[in-house]
Antibody, heavy 124, light 106 residues
Protein backbone atom coordinates (compact mmCIF):
# COMPACT_ATOMS: atom_id res chain seq x y z
CA UNK A 1 0.00 0.00 0.00
CA UNK A 2 1.46 3.33 -1.10
CA UNK A 3 1.56 5.91 1.67
CA UNK A 4 2.74 9.51 1.67
CA UNK A 5 3.43 11.67 4.70
CA UNK A 6 4.20 15.39 4.69
CA UNK A 7 6.44 16.98 7.30
CA UNK A 8 7.82 20.42 7.98
CA UNK A 9 7.29 23.61 9.97
CA UNK A 10 3.71 24.65 10.53
CA UNK A 11 4.62 28.32 10.85
CA UNK A 12 6.78 30.34 8.48
CA UNK A 13 7.55 34.06 8.63
CA UNK A 14 6.73 36.36 5.70
CA UNK A 15 9.54 36.65 3.13
CA UNK A 16 11.12 33.41 4.30
CA UNK A 17 11.23 30.03 2.54
CA UNK A 18 8.66 27.31 3.18
CA UNK A 19 10.21 23.84 3.19
CA UNK A 20 8.29 20.59 3.26
CA UNK A 21 9.21 16.96 2.78
CA UNK A 22 7.07 14.05 1.65
CA UNK A 23 8.16 10.59 2.77
CA UNK A 24 6.91 7.79 0.55
CA UNK A 25 6.45 4.19 1.65
CA UNK A 26 5.20 1.17 -0.24
CA UNK A 27 6.68 2.29 -3.55
CA UNK A 28 10.10 3.35 -4.76
CA UNK A 29 10.07 6.91 -6.13
CA UNK A 30 12.79 6.03 -8.62
CA UNK A 31 10.62 3.30 -10.17
CA UNK A 32 8.18 5.62 -11.88
CA UNK A 33 5.29 8.06 -11.64
CA UNK A 34 5.14 11.77 -10.99
CA UNK A 35 5.40 13.11 -7.44
CA UNK A 36 3.55 16.32 -6.83
CA UNK A 37 2.60 19.06 -4.42
CA UNK A 38 -0.89 20.54 -4.24
CA UNK A 39 -2.12 23.18 -1.81
CA UNK A 40 -5.47 24.35 -0.51
CA UNK A 41 -5.92 27.70 1.24
CA UNK A 42 -8.43 27.58 4.10
CA UNK A 43 -11.96 27.30 2.73
CA UNK A 44 -10.78 27.37 -0.89
CA UNK A 45 -10.05 24.99 -3.74
CA UNK A 46 -7.06 22.94 -4.83
CA UNK A 47 -4.03 24.42 -6.58
CA UNK A 48 -1.28 22.35 -8.18
CA UNK A 49 2.16 23.67 -7.22
CA UNK A 50 4.45 21.39 -9.17
CA UNK A 51 5.65 17.86 -9.77
CA UNK A 52 8.84 15.92 -10.24
CA UNK A 53 9.07 12.91 -12.52
CA UNK A 54 10.93 9.85 -11.34
CA UNK A 55 13.67 10.76 -13.82
CA UNK A 56 14.20 14.05 -11.99
CA UNK A 57 12.48 16.35 -14.48
CA UNK A 58 10.49 19.07 -12.79
CA UNK A 59 7.28 20.83 -13.78
CA UNK A 60 5.90 23.90 -12.05
CA UNK A 61 2.71 25.91 -12.03
CA UNK A 62 3.51 28.99 -14.15
CA UNK A 63 1.99 31.23 -11.49
CA UNK A 64 4.46 29.97 -8.86
CA UNK A 65 7.40 28.93 -10.99
CA UNK A 66 9.73 31.75 -9.94
CA UNK A 67 9.43 30.77 -6.28
CA UNK A 68 9.21 26.95 -6.36
CA UNK A 69 11.82 24.23 -6.25
CA UNK A 70 10.97 20.53 -6.03
CA UNK A 71 13.68 17.96 -5.52
CA UNK A 72 13.92 14.26 -4.81
CA UNK A 73 16.11 12.17 -2.53
CA UNK A 74 15.89 8.61 -3.80
CA UNK A 75 18.13 7.29 -1.03
CA UNK A 76 15.50 8.33 1.51
CA UNK A 77 12.56 7.73 -0.86
CA UNK A 78 11.26 11.23 -0.32
CA UNK A 79 10.76 14.45 -2.23
CA UNK A 80 10.72 18.03 -1.09
CA UNK A 81 9.16 21.41 -1.76
CA UNK A 82 10.71 24.82 -1.28
CA UNK A 83 8.62 27.94 -1.78
CA UNK A 84 10.50 31.18 -1.37
CA UNK A 85 9.44 34.70 -0.42
CA UNK A 86 6.21 33.55 1.19
CA UNK A 87 3.35 35.85 2.09
CA UNK A 88 0.08 35.36 3.93
CA UNK A 89 -1.43 34.25 0.61
CA UNK A 90 0.71 31.10 0.83
CA UNK A 91 -1.08 29.99 3.99
CA UNK A 92 -2.65 26.67 3.08
CA UNK A 93 -2.83 22.96 3.67
CA UNK A 94 -0.07 21.44 1.57
CA UNK A 95 -0.56 17.95 0.16
CA UNK A 96 1.91 15.66 -1.53
CA UNK A 97 0.53 13.13 -3.99
CA UNK A 98 1.54 10.53 -6.55
CA UNK A 99 0.77 11.35 -10.16
CA UNK A 100 -0.22 8.38 -12.31
CA UNK A 101 0.33 8.89 -16.06
CA UNK A 102 -2.59 7.99 -18.28
CA UNK A 103 -0.21 5.96 -20.39
CA UNK A 104 3.48 5.23 -20.41
CA UNK A 105 5.48 8.35 -21.16
CA UNK A 106 2.43 10.59 -20.93
CA UNK A 107 2.71 14.07 -19.46
CA UNK A 108 -0.92 13.86 -18.47
CA UNK A 109 -1.63 12.37 -15.09
CA UNK A 110 -4.05 12.14 -12.19
CA UNK A 111 -3.30 11.86 -8.49
CA UNK A 112 -4.07 8.42 -7.09
CA UNK A 113 -2.42 8.54 -3.66
CA UNK A 114 -2.34 11.54 -1.35
CA UNK A 115 -0.73 12.43 1.95
CA UNK A 116 -2.95 13.60 4.79
CA UNK A 117 -1.85 17.21 4.31
CA UNK A 118 -0.06 19.66 6.57
CA UNK A 119 -1.19 23.18 7.43
CA UNK A 120 1.41 25.87 6.89
CA UNK A 121 0.65 29.31 8.24
CA UNK A 122 2.62 32.35 7.10
CA UNK A 123 2.70 34.88 9.89
CA UNK A 124 5.18 36.94 11.85
CA UNK B 1 -3.86 27.82 -20.02
CA UNK B 2 -6.85 25.51 -19.79
CA UNK B 3 -9.46 26.68 -17.30
CA UNK B 4 -11.96 24.43 -15.58
CA UNK B 5 -15.45 25.34 -14.45
CA UNK B 6 -17.94 23.29 -12.47
CA UNK B 7 -21.67 23.57 -12.03
CA UNK B 8 -23.44 23.86 -9.80
CA UNK B 9 -21.13 25.30 -7.16
CA UNK B 10 -23.30 23.64 -4.55
CA UNK B 11 -26.25 21.29 -4.50
CA UNK B 12 -28.58 20.23 -1.73
CA UNK B 13 -29.82 16.69 -2.02
CA UNK B 14 -31.39 13.89 -0.03
CA UNK B 15 -30.23 10.35 0.58
CA UNK B 16 -31.27 8.27 -2.41
CA UNK B 17 -31.25 11.19 -4.86
CA UNK B 18 -29.47 11.06 -8.18
CA UNK B 19 -26.89 13.84 -8.34
CA UNK B 20 -25.11 15.10 -11.45
CA UNK B 21 -22.18 17.49 -11.44
CA UNK B 22 -20.83 19.08 -14.60
CA UNK B 23 -17.26 20.05 -15.39
CA UNK B 24 -16.29 22.08 -18.44
CA UNK B 25 -12.83 22.70 -19.88
CA UNK B 26 -12.01 25.90 -21.76
CA UNK B 27 -10.57 23.80 -24.58
CA UNK B 28 -10.66 20.16 -25.55
CA UNK B 29 -8.86 17.77 -23.24
CA UNK B 30 -9.83 14.46 -24.84
CA UNK B 31 -10.65 12.16 -21.91
CA UNK B 32 -7.86 13.32 -19.61
CA UNK B 33 -10.15 14.16 -16.71
CA UNK B 34 -10.31 12.95 -13.14
CA UNK B 35 -12.82 13.41 -10.35
CA UNK B 36 -12.04 13.62 -6.63
CA UNK B 37 -14.11 13.61 -3.47
CA UNK B 38 -12.99 15.63 -0.47
CA UNK B 39 -14.47 15.56 2.99
CA UNK B 40 -13.74 18.28 5.58
CA UNK B 41 -10.26 17.99 7.05
CA UNK B 42 -9.31 15.13 4.72
CA UNK B 43 -7.22 14.76 1.61
CA UNK B 44 -8.97 14.44 -1.74
CA UNK B 45 -9.79 10.90 -2.82
CA UNK B 46 -9.63 9.79 -6.44
CA UNK B 47 -12.99 8.54 -7.74
CA UNK B 48 -12.76 8.55 -11.53
CA UNK B 49 -9.91 8.89 -14.03
CA UNK B 50 -9.84 9.03 -17.81
CA UNK B 51 -13.31 10.59 -17.60
CA UNK B 52 -15.13 7.31 -16.97
CA UNK B 53 -12.80 4.75 -15.35
CA UNK B 54 -13.76 3.93 -11.78
CA UNK B 55 -10.84 3.86 -9.36
CA UNK B 56 -10.44 0.56 -7.53
CA UNK B 57 -12.54 0.39 -4.38
CA UNK B 58 -14.90 3.20 -5.35
CA UNK B 59 -18.59 2.25 -5.19
CA UNK B 60 -20.32 1.67 -8.51
CA UNK B 61 -22.94 4.35 -7.76
CA UNK B 62 -20.28 6.80 -8.95
CA UNK B 63 -19.91 7.14 -12.69
CA UNK B 64 -18.28 9.58 -15.07
CA UNK B 65 -18.83 10.46 -18.69
CA UNK B 66 -17.81 12.95 -21.35
CA UNK B 67 -14.95 13.88 -23.60
CA UNK B 68 -13.57 16.99 -25.22
CA UNK B 69 -14.80 19.90 -23.13
CA UNK B 70 -17.86 18.63 -21.25
CA UNK B 71 -17.87 16.04 -18.50
CA UNK B 72 -20.25 14.78 -15.84
CA UNK B 73 -19.97 12.98 -12.54
CA UNK B 74 -23.11 11.14 -11.50
CA UNK B 75 -23.96 9.65 -8.13
CA UNK B 76 -26.86 7.32 -8.88
CA UNK B 77 -28.23 7.04 -5.34
CA UNK B 78 -26.73 9.44 -2.83
CA UNK B 79 -25.56 7.86 0.41
CA UNK B 80 -24.86 9.61 3.75
CA UNK B 81 -21.11 9.23 3.26
CA UNK B 82 -21.27 10.99 -0.13
CA UNK B 83 -21.87 14.44 1.33
CA UNK B 84 -18.62 16.15 0.39
CA UNK B 85 -17.01 18.50 -2.10
CA UNK B 86 -16.19 17.16 -5.56
CA UNK B 87 -13.43 18.44 -7.81
CA UNK B 88 -12.59 17.74 -11.41
CA UNK B 89 -9.00 17.91 -12.66
CA UNK B 90 -7.65 18.10 -16.17
CA UNK B 91 -4.22 16.93 -17.11
CA UNK B 92 -3.94 17.98 -20.75
CA UNK B 93 -1.21 20.48 -19.94
CA UNK B 94 -0.30 21.01 -16.33
CA UNK B 95 -2.77 19.83 -13.68
CA UNK B 96 -5.65 22.22 -13.09
CA UNK B 97 -8.51 21.59 -10.70
CA UNK B 98 -12.04 22.84 -11.04
CA UNK B 99 -13.42 25.13 -8.30
CA UNK B 100 -15.41 22.35 -6.65
CA UNK B 101 -19.04 21.41 -6.09
CA UNK B 102 -20.30 21.00 -2.55
CA UNK B 103 -22.98 18.37 -2.03
CA UNK B 104 -24.83 18.92 1.20
CA UNK B 105 -27.89 17.62 2.95
CA UNK B 106 -31.26 18.97 1.89
Amino acid sequence: QVQLQESGPGLVKPSETLSLTCAVSGYSISSGYYWGWIRQPPGKGLEWIGSIYHSGSTYYNPSLKSRVTISVDTSKNQFSLKLSSVTAADTAVYYCARGAPYYYGSGNYYFDYWGQGTLVTVSS
Amino acid sequence: DIQMTQSPSSVSASVGDRVTITCRASQGISSWLAWYQQKPGKAPKLLIYAASSLQSGVPSRFSGSGSGTDFTLTISSLQPEDFATYYCQQANSFPVFGPGTKVDIK
